[in-house]
């Protein structure tokens, strides 16, 4: 347990659905990462926090995905009108600083059928 | 973020030293090598990070050439626990990058009895 959680661990989704995910950091934590990871490859960045701040979005991340971080503490990532190409780990790590490591959640593992 | 190149498999027996490569030709001279590494179903664990010099910590040792081009992660006594796959990555810990990680395809180790 690396001290950072993400729920729910499963989620199966029918095409069109929206979904949320939830990921709470390590308290102390400042910057929050999320990463997305499809079978057989490294994960990849979608998008930064700095506190309450989306400071980087990747171009992985379409206009249906929206990502919050409200007061600074947990973040959520929603996927709205979900597609078969969607489905993936979806993974969340934080870090005190930028050059520090990073501690990754379990992940969410989203199917949309 | 310099690109980093990995065997795509590689094999140890239980309790002999596993010694992972990675070619990073392109790093540049404020980007520091960090190792994570993604056993079964779990998000990525961060093992070690080095600049120019040598590092050591409890799991695991980091040599890089003096030319800074390639690396080396050895983990001294592996166990059947260390079989996952490991990612070299090469990092700008400052400037735009907010310290994304970029993941490759890593390393698949497996370590056998």
């Known amino acids: 347990d690396t001290g950072v959680s993400q729920d729910p661990r499963h989620k199966i989704t029918k095409r069109g659905q929206n979904v949320t995910f939830r990921c709470d950091p390590i308290s102390e934590h400042n910057r929050l990462y999320w990463y997305r990871q499809t079978l057989g490859q490294g994960p990849e960045f979608l998008t930064y926090?700095?506190?309450?701040?989306?400071?980087?979005k990747s171009r992985l991340l379409s206009d249906r995905f929206s990502a919050e971080r409200p007061k600074g503490s947990f973040s959520t990532l929603e996927i709205q009108r979900t597609e078969q190409g969607d489905s993936a780990m979806y993974l969340c790590?934080?870090?005190?600083?930028?050059?520090?490591?990073?501690?990754f959640g379990p992940g969410t593992r989203l199917t949309v059928l | 973020d310099a690109k980093t190149t990995q065997p795509t498999s590689m094999d140890c027996a239980e309790g002999r030293a596993a010694n992972l490569p990675c070619n990073h030709s392109?790093?540049?001279?404020?980007?520091?090598v960090y190792w994570y590494r993604q056993i079964h179903s779990q998000g990525p664990q961060y093992i070690i990070h080095?600049?120019?010099n040598n590092e050591t910590n409890e799991m695991a040792s980091l040599i890089i050439t003096e030319d800074r081009k390639s690396s080396t992660l050895i983990l001294p006594h592996a166990t059947l626990r260390d079989t996952a796959v490991y990612y070299c990555?090469?990092?700008?810990?400052?400037?735009?990058?907010?310290?994304?990680?970029?993941f490759g395809q890593g390393t698949i180790l497996t370590v056998h009895p």
């Open positions: 790590a934080s870090s005190r600083g930028t050059s520090d490591e990073q501690f």
């Open positions: 080095g600049l120019k």
């Open positions: 392109t790093i540049s001279g404020n980007e520091y």
């Open positions: 926090f700095q506190n309450e701040a989306q400071l980087e």
């Open positions: 990555i090469v990092r700008n810990a400052g400037g735009t990058s907010y310290g994304k990680l970029t």
